[in-house]
């Protein structure tokens, strides 16, 4: 369902990618907060966590809850899936759907911050992974029924990044919060990140040198063409391959020798990543898991379901440059967070609104309306 990795140039700096993949397209919004922007994150029965953004962030959201007539989509709705502040930090959403079930108690006069407002609360809060870390702790964090989502528990782990190279996990299971450093950078679903870790251990076979000639008795074979490589490589779009798989191009895939050849790198490698509609698909009879979000159930006429790359996001972290596409297009759309800098308002622009647009589309979300 997500695909995310780091990746380095020549230089040592570090870039960004993620896929996210659903069974329908949702109503994603490009939030831009400034800094000074108020949060404030209630659990019932705690006192609420309240905390105003040291840091300019810029992110792709999506609402928690279904708007009504009385009671419209506002900017507090929005909960940040992918994102990256003005000091390089950036802050991803991806499924995890055991996150869920069971809590540790909690104080019930102790402030508590939701894990929905975990994205404004890093990218607004922190600088560098190593301070979410030691901020992590001190504050608890709990899990909340989603009514977006039919009630689950925010069924979700959560990855980090920063412009040193570092790279954070922090994990759910069951209701335990655990906080991991990703020494891969890479990130996908279930099961849980130290899992995926071991079963690296089952590819050390794999290199980027193709041995494309050997010989068996007498007889000397060869390779027709280049590529031999990658055989080892799992071939599925299962959470468990995907791990492998973005190891494995993060690993191998030549390092740019400039920040823009580094960004069209990423491009490519997470191009491996993206997922046409019906290339798997699953039928309600045959039990597919997928999340189910209210007001935007699936098309009723088709008989199933079948996830696909709803967008796809890089982020430079050296020079604060995100940009996104989503399914519709083939180029990305850049936003500078630098450029944004003497912006004061928040500001929303629908993702949907990007799709063929200018490459640099940092003005148009200048132009869009404070929300």
Same mark, same amino acid.
């Given at each position: 369902?997500?695909?995310?990795?780091?990746?380095?140039?020549?230089?040592?700096?570090?870039?960004?990618? #993620?896929?996210?993949?659903?069974?329908?397209?949702?109503?994603?919004?490009?939030?831009?907060?400034?800094?000074?922007?108020? !949060? #404030?994150?209630?659990?019932?029965?705690?006192?609420?966590?309240?905390?105003?953004?040291?840091?300019?962030?810029?992110?792709?959201?999506?609402?928690?809850?279904?708007?009504?007539?009385?009671?419209?989509?506002?900017?507090?709705?929005?909960?940040?899936?992918?994102?990256?502040?003005?000091?390089?930090?950036?802050?991803?959403?991806?499924?995890?759907?055991?996150?869920?079930?069971?809590?540790?108690?909690?104080?019930?006069?102790?402030?508590?911050?939701s894990a929905s407002d975990l994205g404004t609360w890093v990218l607004g809060q922190f600088s560098t992974v190593a301070e979410v870390k030691a901020a992590l702790a001190e504050q608890p964090i709990l899990l909340t029924p989603?009514?977006?989502?039919?009630?689950?528990?925010?069924?979700?782990?959560?990855?980090?990044?920063?412009?040193?190279?570092?790279?954070?996990?922090?994990? +759910?299971?069951?209701?335990?919060?655990?906080?991991?450093?990703?020494?891969?950078?890479?990130?996908?679903?279930?099961?849980? +990140?130290?899992?995926?870790?071991?079963?690296?251990?089952?590819?050390?076979?794999?290199?980027?040198?193709?041995?494309?000639?050997?010989?068996?008795?007498?007889?000397?074979?060869?390779?027709?063409?280049?590529?031999?490589?990658?055989?080892?490589?799992?071939?599925?779009?299962?959470?468990?391959? #995907?791990?492998?798989?973005?190891?494995?191009?993060?690993?191998?895939?030549?390092?740019?020798?400039?920040?823009?050849?580094?960004?069209?790198?990423?491009?490519?490698?997470?191009?491996? +990543?993206?997922?046409? #509609?019906?290339?798997?698909?699953?039928?309600?009879?045959?039990?597919?898991?997928?999340?189910?979000?209210?007001?935007?159930?699936?098309?009723?006429?088709?008989?199933?379901? !079948?996830?696909?790359?709803?967008?796809?996001?890089?982020?430079?972290?050296?020079?604060?440059?995100?940009?996104?596409?989503?399914?519709?297009?083939?180029? +990305?759309?850049?936003?500078?967070?630098?450029?944004?800098?003497?912006?004061?308002?928040?500001?929303?622009?629908?993702?949907?609104?990007?799709?063929?647009?200018?490459?640099?589309? !940092?003005?148009?979300?200048?132009?869009?309306?404070?929300?």
């Amino acid at each position: 369902m997500c695909t995310s990795l780091v990746y380095s140039d020549a230089a040592g700096k570090a870039y960004f990618g #993620r896929t996210l993949e659903l069974t329908i397209d949702l109503p994603y919004q490009i939030v831009y907060l400034p800094a000074g922007f108020p !949060t #404030r994150s209630q659990i019932a029965g705690h006192p609420a966590v309240e905390y105003k953004a040291k840091r300019a962030m810029l992110s792709v959201t999506m609402p928690c809850r279904v708007p009504t007539a009385d009671s419209p989509i506002g900017i507090e709705d929005l909960k940040v899936l992918e994102g990256i502040n003005d000091q390089g930090l950036t802050f991803s959403l991806l499924s995890y759907p055991t996150a869920g079930g069971g809590h540790h108690s909690v104080a019930m006069t102790q402030s508590v911050l939701s894990a929905s407002d975990l994205g404004t609360w890093v990218l607004g809060q922190f600088s560098t992974v190593a301070e979410v870390k030691a901020a992590l702790a001190e504050q608890p964090i709990l899990l909340t029924p989603l009514a977006i989502l039919g009630g689950v528990e925010s069924p979700f782990h959560y990855v980090m990044h920063d412009a040193t190279g570092a790279s954070a996990v922090i994990e +759910f299971n069951r209701g335990e919060m655990s906080v991991h450093d990703n020494p891969v950078g890479v990130m996908t679903n279930g099961p849980d +990140f130290r899992w995926h870790l071991t079963n690296l251990s089952n590819y050390t076979f794999l290199s980027n040198v193709d041995q494309s000639s050997a010989s068996f008795g007498s007889l000397k074979v060869a390779q027709p063409d280049s590529g031999i490589a990658t055989a080892g490589l799992p071939a599925s779009n299962t959470s468990v391959g #995907r791990f492998v798989r973005a190891a494995f191009y993060a690993q191998f895939a030549e390092k740019a020798a400039t920040p823009d050849l580094a960004v069209r790198a990423v491009a490519h490698i997470m191009n491996n +990543f993206d997922r046409p #509609r019906g290339i798997t698909i699953d039928y309600p009879e045959l039990s597919g898991g997928h999340l189910e979000v209210a007001g935007l159930e699936n098309d009723k006429t088709t008989e199933y379901a !079948t996830e696909f790359t709803t967008w796809t996001s890089l982020a430079d972290l050296d020079r604060r440059l995100f940009f996104v596409r989503d399914y519709q297009s083939l180029n +990305f759309s850049c936003i500078d967070l630098g450029a944004l800098a003497g912006t004061a308002q928040p500001k929303v622009l629908p993702l949907k609104k990007l799709n063929g647009a200018a490459m640099d589309a !940092t003005e148009i979300l200048k132009g869009a309306t404070p929300s």
